[in-house]
Nanobody, 120 residues
């Protein structure tokens, strides 16, 4: 079974930083596309960042230059480094896996339970 378990969410002040982690089991991060999504209360789920099997990354315009997605293939962990956090970054953040090597913003079949990030 595929399991994605996020951690690292917290309450921080605007301008602060956080690093989210996603521990992956039953799925190989270095073979498939991985991503971070987020969902704020009353809003639709939004794609934040993707990373493909070759490590090529893509970001939502709202986080470019502030967030960095990366993965440790040896440990099978996905990360999201978030800097210069803003109140509008407040959301539940989800790790997601797509059963293809190439990345798109849809078609993710594997999801974690989420970790809450609150920026005030």
């Amino acid at each position: 079974d595929v399991q994605l378990v996020e951690s690292g969410g917290a309450s921080v002040q605007a301008g602060g930083s956080l690093r989210l982690s996603c521990a992956i089991s039953g799925y190989t991060a270095d073979t498939y596309c991985m991503a971070w999504f987020r969902q704020a209360p009353g809003k639709e789920r939004q794609g934040v960042a993707t990373i493909d099997h070759d490590g090529v990354t893509s970001y939502a315009d709202s986080v470019k230059g502030r967030f960095t997605i990366s993965k440790d293939n040896a440990k099978n962990i996905l990360y999201l480094e978030m800097n210069t956090l803003k109140p509008e970054d407040t959301a539940m953040y989800y790790c997601a896996g797509r059963g293809t090597a190439a990345c798109y913003w849809s078609g993710f079949g594997y999801w974690g339970q989420g970790t809450q990030v609150t920026v005030s």
